[in-house]
């Protein structure tokens, strides 16, 4: 997906447009700790407690994106199909 983003990009805004999308992929990755630290000290006054809470309410979280990621690989091998089939057309 990240390549037909960039390539789809005008050539001389490539290097932008990918650290644009490096920068939105990095920036929730790496604020995640810290917002798993703020929300344990919010629901249990950031001790044991705290953290348990905190895992229990973003389980659902992690269960939807389970879901997400199970309906999406039922997809992907008529996915992979469909582009080696356009490469062979294309090669020709």
């Known amino acids: 997906m ?8 005008d050539p001389r805004l490539r290097g ?3 650290s644009a999308r490096v920068i939105a992929q990095a920036a ?3 604020s995640a700790p810290l917002m798993l630290g703020v929300l ?5 006054g950031g001790g044991a407690e705290g953290l348990q809470l905190a895992f229990l309410v973003l ?8 879901v997400c990621l ?7 091998p008529s996915e992979v199909a469909a ?10």
């Open 40 to 44: 344990s000290s919010t629901l249990g």
């Open 83 to 92: 582009v080696e089939e356009s490469e062979v057309v294309e090669g020709a």
């Open 16 to 18: 932008r447009t990918e």
């Open 70 to 76: 199970a309906i999406a690989g039922r997809h992907y």
């Open 28 to 30: 929730p990755q790496a």
């Open 59 to 66: 389980l659902p979280l992690l269960a939807a994106s389970s």
């Open 2 to 9: 990240s390549d037909a983003v960039v390539e789809g990009a």
